[in-house]
């Protein structure tokens, strides 16, 4: 007998529930929803609406909560200007007020000298010369002071609409400041270098943390917005923030099959995957943090080590690679896909590929560098507990599987089994909207047979054979189903031995 929803329930509901099995020694794709956790801008804050809201470009995105903000770096790659990005896919923001005592991060950049010759210098802001077509080159000519390099920085990085900060051009000594245009936390991974390029031009440059971006949000007033609909991918732009990761893992709960919580519990079962970016390059490091969080299944990260960009610019191409591939291809990952748009860094351990095993191993996704790009070796969730080999929720993929079965299960309930009168299976019955288990049983039969087609379960008969369907003992307006089914694995790892001699003659 199920027990996804409670025995003493009355009320109309559909429930389900997900138990782990271990089964060795065609409806439509779920359709998919991506939430997005940020901040806006500074001067956003004023008119800014916390209710979230469908938004269908960066453009709009940085309308509303301002061009450089967390939110429009996120959506200008979510939804690029010259890709498809995810498509369409909805992208649903849910934007975070300014925490009180909330700082922006300032850096100051102090030229020493008088150019010496006509030159470009360039200013790199989080690992980048410019975004969306606009630049940060500094047109040098002989003979400029530092007063006049100073405001020329500033008016080339102020005319760059995406920029994340904004600059000003202060005397004694002559610098240009660089202001995040948002507070928080967030804000101290922006980072600035200059590059000279071969050409120094008489001229150095000083970069200076003037003050650190601290504050950050908390999150569940976004979350349970959520309500009905199931979001079933957040973007969390607060990389791996405790009071963040810890909100968004009890709010969505765990499948555990005693007793589910959260999102997934069997009466709610809208559970999703928090991507959070990370630039950390040690194994060990991360490990530290994974490791506190073997048993939940909310974190996935998108690691980018060693990276100059943001953190909430490594989920989002994390977002844009796995949303696409959970929609359009739910029997494949995300596995040497590259993102699209994130600068690269050193990636330190990440080269190495035992210890990108021992991390996968540990929950923590991997990548390498590949033509220049960061290419996914392994997208996985913190899920590791001790003694479950394999861990059951390991890769996102296989969660992504799960929540299709559920969802072409729940088509067929509302077809069929809610709001229909319910009879016996030796009843002969003339009247319409009529099921009866043994009905319904075929219908799952079929089911099991297509989830088999579309490579998201193996072995069609096993689930066949294991499918229960039955009226309730004690409830006689209640269905009860249970089934057991096993998810196709992935080609992961090719392992070949062959055996080589020599041809002696006669």
Same mark, same amino acid.
């Given at each position: 007998?199920?027990?996804?929803?409670?025995?003493?329930?009355?009320?109309?509901?559909?429930?389900?529930?997900?138990?782990?099995?271990?089964?060795?020694?065609?409806?439509?794709?779920?359709?998919?929803?991506?939430?997005?956790?940020?901040?806006?801008?500074?001067?956003?804050?004023?008119?800014?609406?916390?209710?979230?809201?469908?938004?269908? &470009?960066?453009?709009?995105?940085?309308?509303?909560?301002?061009?450089?903000?967390?939110?429009?770096?996120?959506?200008?790659?979510?939804?690029?200007?010259?890709?498809?990005?995810?498509?369409?896919?909805?992208?649903?923001?849910?934007?975070?007020?300014?925490?009180?005592?909330?700082?922006?991060?300032?850096?100051?950049?102090?030229?020493?000298?008088?150019?010496?010759?006509?030159?470009?210098?360039?200013?790199?802001?989080?690992?980048?010369?410019?975004?969306?077509?606009?630049?940060?080159?500094?047109?040098?000519?002989?003979?400029?002071?530092?007063?006049?390099? &100073?405001?020329?920085?500033?008016?080339?990085?102020?005319?760059?609409?995406?920029?994340?900060?904004?600059?000003?051009?202060?005397?004694?000594?002559?610098?240009?400041?660089?202001?995040?245009?948002?507070?928080?936390?967030?804000?101290?991974?922006?980072?600035?270098?200059?590059?000279?390029?071969?050409?120094?031009?008489?001229?150095?440059?000083?970069?200076?943390?003037?003050?650190?971006?601290?504050?950050?949000?908390? %999150?569940?007033?976004?979350?349970?917005?959520?309500?009905?609909?199931?979001?079933?991918?957040?973007?969390? +732009?607060?990389?791996?923030?405790?009071?963040?990761?810890?909100?968004?893992?009890?709010?969505?709960?765990?499948?555990?099959?005693?007793?589910?919580?959260?999102?997934?519990?069997?009466?709610?079962?809208?559970?999703?995957?928090?991507?959070?970016?990370?630039?950390?390059?040690?194994?060990?490091?991360?490990?530290?943090?994974?490791?506190?969080?073997?048993?939940?299944?909310?974190?996935?990260?998108?690691?980018?080590?060693?990276?100059?960009?943001?953190?909430?610019?490594? #989920?989002?191409?994390?977002?844009?690679?796995?949303?696409?591939?959970?929609?359009?291809?739910?029997?494949?990952?995300?596995?040497?896909?590259?993102?699209?748009?994130?600068?690269?860094?050193?990636?330190?351990?990440?080269?190495?590929?035992?210890?990108?095993?021992?991390?996968?191993?540990?929950?923590?996704?991997?990548?390498?560098?590949?033509?220049?790009?960061?290419? %996914?070796?392994?997208?996985?969730?913190?899920?590791?507990?001790?003694?479950?080999?394999?861990?059951?929720?390991?890769?996102?993929?296989?969660?992504?599987?799960?929540?299709?079965?559920?969802?072409?299960?729940?088509?067929?309930?509302?077809?069929?089994?809610?709001?229909?009168?319910? +009879?016996?299976?030796?009843?002969?019955?003339?009247?319409?909207?009529?099921?009866?288990?043994? &009905?319904?049983?075929?219908?799952?039969?079929?089911?099991?047979?297509?989830?088999?087609?579309?490579?998201?379960?193996?072995?069609?008969?096993?689930?066949?054979?294991?499918?229960?369907?039955?009226?309730?003992?004690?409830?006689?307006?209640?269905?009860?189903?249970?089934?057991?089914?096993?998810?196709?694995?992935?080609?992961?790892?090719?392992?070949?031995? #062959?055996?080589?001699?020599?041809?002696?003659?006669?």
């Amino acid at each position: 007998m199920s027990d996804a929803v409670q025995l003493d329930r009355v009320s109309q509901i559909v429930g389900y529930k997900i138990q782990k099995g271990n089964f060795s020694n065609t409806t439509p794709n779920l359709p998919h929803r991506i939430a997005i956790l940020g901040e806006a801008n500074t001067a956003n804050q004023s008119t800014l609406d916390t209710v979230g809201k469908e938004i269908t &470009s960066a453009q709009q995105a940085g309308q509303l909560y301002g061009y450089g903000s967390p939110i429009h770096q996120m959506m200008r790659i979510l939804r690029p200007i010259t890709s498809v990005g995810v498509g369409g896919i909805p992208t649903i923001v849910y934007p975070q007020s300014v925490p009180v005592g909330a700082t922006a991060k300032v850096i100051d950049i102090t030229p020493t000298g008088t150019a010496t010759a006509n030159g470009t210098h360039t200013i790199i802001i989080d690992g980048r010369n410019g975004v969306d077509g606009g630049n940060y080159f500094v047109n040098i000519n002989t003979g400029d002071d530092e007063a006049a390099i &100073s405001q020329k920085i500033a008016d080339v990085v102020n005319d760059v609409l995406g920029s994340p900060v904004i600059a000003t051009v202060e005397d004694t000594p002559d610098k240009t400041v660089l202001t995040t245009k948002w507070k928080g936390l967030t804000a101290n991974d922006v980072n600035v270098t200059v590059d000279t390029g071969n050409n120094t031009l008489g001229i150095t440059y000083a970069v200076v943390v003037d003050t650190t971006g601290t504050g950050t949000p908390s %999150v569940l007033s976004s979350l349970t917005q959520f309500d009905e609909n199931w979001n079933t991918i957040v973007v969390n +732009s607060y990389g791996l923030v405790d009071a963040v990761t810890d909100e968004l893992k009890a709010y969505n709960g765990i499948p555990d099959e005693d007793n589910p919580t959260g999102r997934w519990n069997g009466e709610v079962f809208k559970p999703f995957i928090a991507i959070t970016g990370t630039k950390l390059n040690v194994a060990q490091d991360l490990i530290d943090i994974t490791t506190l969080e073997k048993d939940e299944v909310t974190i996935a990260l998108a690691p980018a080590p060693g990276s100059n960009g943001l953190s909430l610019e490594a #989920a989002a191409n994390m977002t844009v690679l796995f949303a696409l591939q959970a929609q359009n291809s739910p029997n494949t990952d995300v596995q040497d896909k590259v993102y699209n748009d994130m600068p690269i860094g050193d990636i330190g351990d990440f080269s190495d590929y035992n210890e990108r095993d021992r991390m996968a191993k540990n929950g923590c996704s991997t990548v390498i560098v590949s033509n220049g790009k960061y290419k %996914v070796k392994d997208f996985v969730t913190t899920y590791h507990p001790v003694g479950e080999n394999p861990p059951q929720f390991r890769y996102p993929r296989n969660i992504n599987i799960d929540w299709n079965v559920r969802f072409g299960e729940l088509l067929l309930v509302q077809a069929y089994v809610i709001g229909n009168s319910i +009879s016996a299976d030796d009843d002969i019955v003339d009247a319409l909207n009529v099921i009866k288990p043994k &009905s319904y049983k075929q219908l799952l039969f079929s089911y099991a047979e297509q989830l088999a087609r579309r490579a998201l379960i193996a072995d069609a008969s096993f689930m066949q054979d294991s499918v229960t369907v039955g009226i309730s003992p004690t409830n006689p307006d209640r269905i009860d189903t249970t089934f057991s089914y096993k998810r196709t694995g992935f080609g992961r790892i090719a392992s070949t031995t #062959a055996t080589a001699g020599f041809n002696f003659g006669n």
